[in-house]
């Protein structure tokens, strides 16, 4: 199937440190979302990126898709306590019509 | 509001029983999956629909099944519940290449 990997799988940092997830495929994609799940809670979308090299931002996020389209990064300026969770990445592969793939997720852990 | 609703938040059930999780969207959504979420492993996909009574095996479909008979209802069917089935169910739906909603989930628990 779809081989999806997510680095780190843990991260804590302090308040107002960085913060970046990165995610990569073994196949071109389709186009790749993102999601954050709080603790106890269910995933939530957050962006799709659908273009190669494309960017976005949502306030302190900053969403990136490769050249390539096989991988992306997800960063977070300035974190703060709120930030806490683990954020997946999901791929939808070219070939694979509407299956969708999960990462496994970088859980973060901010420290006031 | 995209509403996906499980039938139960907890569940706890016997070896060897046949065991069924509902989920219902109200979006009109084409696709509907079935993960299931165990620590460190992220979301694996069980089973996906994209159309009424079409479905497709996702990474870990042994011992599950699936059925879509209405648009906005998916169940999946575990036809004898093992402990090693013991985990958090999440259903989502999703229009065809969009992002996808998700339910509250089911934590089963197989004794």
């Known amino acids: 199937g779809q081989q999806v990997m997510q680095i780190p799988q843990y991260q804590h940092v302090q308040e107002g440190e960085d913060f970046t997830t990165y995610c990569n495929s073994s196949?071109?994609?389709?186009?790749i979302q993102w999601y954050k799940q709080r603790p106890g809670g269910h995933p939530v979308f957050l962006i799709q990126?659908?273009?190669?090299?494309e960017v976005k931002k949502q306030k302190r996020l900053t969403f990136q898709f490769g050249e390539a389209k096989k991988n992306s990064s997800l960063h977070i300026t300035a974190t703060q306590t709120t930030d806490v969770g683990t954020y997946f990445c999901?791929?939808?592969?070219?070939?694979?019509?509407?299956?969708?793939?999960f990462g496994e997720g970088t859980q973060l852990t901010v420290n006031p | 509001d995209v509403k996906v609703t499980q039938s139960s938040r907890y569940l706890v059930k016997r070896t060897g029983e046949k065991v069924f999780l509902e989920c219902v969207q109200d979006?009109?959504?084409?696709?509907m999956f079935w993960y299931r979420q165990d620590p460190g492993l992220g979301l694996r996909l069980i089973y996906f629909?994209?159309?009424?009574?079409?479905?497709e095996k996702g990474d870990i479909p042994e011992g599950y099944s699936v059925s879509r008979e209405k648009k906005e209802r998916f169940s999946l069917i575990l036809e004898s519940a093992s402990t090693n089935q013991t985990s958090m169910y999440l259903c989502?739906?999703?229009?065809?290449?969009?992002?996808?909603?998700f339910g509250q989930g089911t934590r089963l628990t197989v004794v």
């Open positions: 989502a739906s999703s229009l065809w290449d969009r992002e996808a909603f």
């Open positions: 196949t071109t994609l389709s186009n």
């Open positions: 990126l659908v273009k190669s090299g």
């Open positions: 999901a791929v939808q592969q070219e070939t694979s019509g509407s299956r969708l793939t």
């Open positions: 979006m009109d959504h084409e696709n």
């Open positions: 629909s994209y159309d009424v009574k079409m479905k």
